[in-house]
């Protein structure tokens, strides 16, 4: 019995054996490192930021606002309100325009038209500009409005949403790809006008990939920084209280903090770090048991 | 109702025209007061002080090197990453590994900056590889970089991979083949048009990239060949500046303008770069 089982791997084990010859062994292992490198890196910086920010990670750090003078016990709290603010701002615009947009483009566009074409091309070049140039383009838009003050919550929800409407209409668009062509032919045959189809048949089935979609374009835009630099936003000593408030937000709190000589604000920014990195990761969170959970498979 | 969804889709277009609007009407100003070819071809950049000078090149070369860096980083360990969620792992363990990998995406460009100030430049280059650096350096700001692009090369090269369909990994392992050469030779030269869009993808993104420059490459501009050096970029210029006081018109605000269209202009010419080397080297399968 034994010895039937030993001659039937034998040859096995000679093909194994090419599979594993020194060359294919020493490619693997970097295979490995690469995927090794990327996650160990990770690691590293959400353990040394912690290890530098955990002694300034308190309650002052969301009661106190920033201070040029008190380094040591100077706070967000103008910046975590400011960054609220600016999310629900950004959702508000961003979020209703891109599923519009999307569901436009997937269910009714004819795609041999020029201009559904023009929005196509479009649509990949805006999802490669940088994002400090939303910004500029915020400052002009205010502009033309004739708002001559640019740091408000508005403008920068402004700025967020612009940035991430080519995300969300991409995203949105695949999980509305996604759903199967028998469910919108079985709704017609029904009666349903391809409207109806659409609100009550397509778009319930694609709710888990939209938000899914969604909500990590809201995790982009919650860390960045750079657009709204060029809106002048900065210190401010008050908590922002609605749309014309002006703000602060997180990572220009801590890009500013970062960037200043006093190793008290260092500690400061690693502190703001921690609570910025537990929204982003909490949103990924979120958006990834979304996915897991209600996604459906067709 | 349908009017107003086809609006949505249109919003787009008028971004982008808002864009080209918005950069245009400052820069025509500066160019106004500046060359346009002094601008482009200058060695020396000079924007607040006396005596002024607007040559782009130093920040030109800032932005080069670091993206550099970034790619000589991201490009090896990305595709490596790839080739083995492709063709190595099982699908359980891809299904853990990709999300982890793109959570590295996910982590704000600032955090980067943080990192790469605070550990990079101090703890690993200058604690272990002993390299003489400057508190900011555009090595540091590079690798940082290069980590922050990884899981775009990885995850869309992975996507290119996983298309190449399972007859021509079949006929090359029944030819004797190994998994090695198959990947090599078989998957890889299959997926290129995929592969060489992320790669380019994951350039322009560097080139965007504003913050992590901004914190860890330094506010000097510098005309060097040396990654150890501080070497401001274009997005660094931008957002250094924008910072301070700029009265709107001023030459200081016009100046922020020119150098975001130029950057606008160079991201637009990656990007049409990379629409036609998917169409070119694309295999119908």
């Known amino acids: 019995m034994s010895a039937t089982t030993y001659d039937a791997g034998l040859p096995q084990r000679r093909a194994r054996g090419h599979e594993y010859n020194p060359a294919s062994l020493v490619f693997l292992a970097a295979l490995w490192l690469s995927l090794a490198l990327g996650i160990v890196f990770l690691l590293t910086l959400i353990v040394t930021t912690a290890i530098d920010g955990a002694g300034r990670f308190d309650s002052e750090l969301l009661t106190n606002y920033d201070s040029t003078l008190f380094p040591e016990t100077a706070g967000l709290r103008a910046a975590f309100f400011g960054s609220l603010w600016l999310m629900l701002g950004t959702a508000l615009m961003a979020v209703p325009?891109?599923?519009?947009?999307?569901?436009?483009?997937?269910?009714?566009?004819?795609?041999?038209?020029?201009?559904?074409?023009?929005?196509e091309v479009n649509l990949q070049n805006l999802a490669a500009v940088p994002s400090v140039i939303y910004g500029m383009l915020a400052v002009a838009v205010a502009g033309l409005l004739g708002s001559a003050t640019t740091n408000i919550v508005i403008v920068g929800?402004?700025?967020?949403?612009?940035?991430?409407?080519?995300?969300?209409?991409?995203?949105?668009?695949?999980?509305?790809?996604?759903?199967?062509?028998?469910?919108?032919?079985?709704?017609?045959?029904?009666?349903?006008?391809?409207?109806?189809?659409?609100?009550?048949?397509?778009?319930?089935?694609?709710?888990?990939?939209?938000?899914?979609?969604?909500?990590?374009?809201?995790?982009?835009a919650i860390g960045e920084?750079?657009?709204?630099?060029?809106?002048g936003v900065g210190t401010i000593l008050f908590t922002p209280n609605g749309f014309l408030s002006g703000f602060q937000a997180m990572p220009v709190q801590i890009y500013g903090w970062t960037s200043e000589s006093q190793d008290e604000y260092k500690v400061a920014a690693a502190a703001g770090i921690i609570l910025l990195m537990a929204m982003v990761l909490l949103l990924n969170g979120v958006a990834i048991f979304i996915r897991n959970r209600f996604q459906r498979r067709w | 109702?349908?009017?107003?969804?086809?609006?949505?889709?249109?919003t787009s277009v008028l971004i982008?025209?808002?864009?080209?609007?918005?950069?245009?009407?400052?820069?025509?100003?500066?160019?106004?007061e500046v060359p346009l070819l002094d601008f482009l071809t200058g060695t020396s950049w000079r924007p607040n002080l006396e005596p002024m000078s607007f040559g782009v090149l130093p920040l030109v070369a800032g932005t080069g090197m670091t993206t550099l860096v970034g790619l000589m980083i991201a490009v090896p360990f990305g595709l490596g990453a790839a080739m083995y969620l492709s063709e190595y792992a099982s699908t359980s363990t891809r299904?853990?590994?990709?999300?982890?990998?793109?959570?590295?995406?996910?982590?704000?460009?600032?955090?980067y900056g943080f990192f790469a100030l605070q550990f990079i430049t101090p703890t690993v280059l200058t604690g272990w590889?002993?390299?003489?650096?400057?508190?900011?350096?555009?090595?540091?700001?590079?690798?940082?970089?290069?980590?922050?692009?990884?899981?775009t090369i990885a995850s869309l090269s992975e996507d290119a991979m996983s298309a190449v369909p399972h007859a021509l990994r079949q006929g090359s392992l029944a030819m004797g083949a190994n998994r090695m050469q198959t990947t090599l030779r078989v998957v890889v030269p299959a997926a290129i048009s995929g592969i060489s869009a992320a790669i380019v993808l994951g350039l322009s993104r560097a080139v965007g990239e504003t913050m992590i420059?901004?914190?860890?490459?330094?506010?000097?501009?510098?005309?060097?060949?040396?990654?150890?050096?501080?070497?401001?970029t274009m997005t660094g210029f931008i957002a250094q500046t924008a910072g301070g006081e700029n009265p709107v018109g001023s030459v200081s605000y016009n100046t922020l303008f020119a150098v975001g269209l130029l950057l606008f202009a160079i991201t637009l010419l990656i990007n049409i770069l990379s629409i036609r080397l998917v169409r070119r080297f694309r295999e119908v399968y």
């Open chain 2, 95 to 111: 299904r853990r590994l990709k999300p982890t990998l793109e959570l590295l995406a996910g982590v704000p460009s600032v955090v």
């Open chain 1, 157 to 220: 929800s402004l700025a967020l949403a612009l940035l991430i409407l080519p995300v969300i209409i991409i995203s949105t668009r695949e999980a509305v790809r996604a759903v199967p062509r028998d469910i919108r032919e079985g709704s017609l045959a029904l009666g349903a006008t391809p409207l109806q189809t659409t609100w009550k048949q397509v778009l319930p089935s694609a709710i888990p990939g939209i938000s899914t979609g969604t909500i990590l374009a809201l995790s982009r």
């Open chain 1, 97 to 119: 325009m891109g599923i519009a947009a999307a569901v436009y483009l997937e269910e009714f566009a004819d795609s041999t038209r020029w201009y559904n074409r023009l929005i």
């Open chain 2, 129 to 151: 590889f002993g390299l003489q650096v400057g508190f900011t350096n555009a090595l540091a700001a590079g690798i940082v970089l290069g980590v922050m692009i990884i899981p």
């Open chain 2, 213 to 232: 420059v901004a914190l860890a490459s330094g506010g000097r501009p510098n005309l060097t060949v040396d990654p150890r050096e501080g070497m401001q």
């Open chain 2, 16 to 32: 982008t025209v808002g864009i080209i609007i918005a950069l245009l009407r400052p820069a025509i100003d500066f160019f106004r």
């Open chain 2, 1 to 10: 109702m349908l009017g107003i969804l086809r609006l949505s889709a249109m």
């Open chain 1, 225 to 231: 920084a750079a657009p709204l630099l060029l809106l």
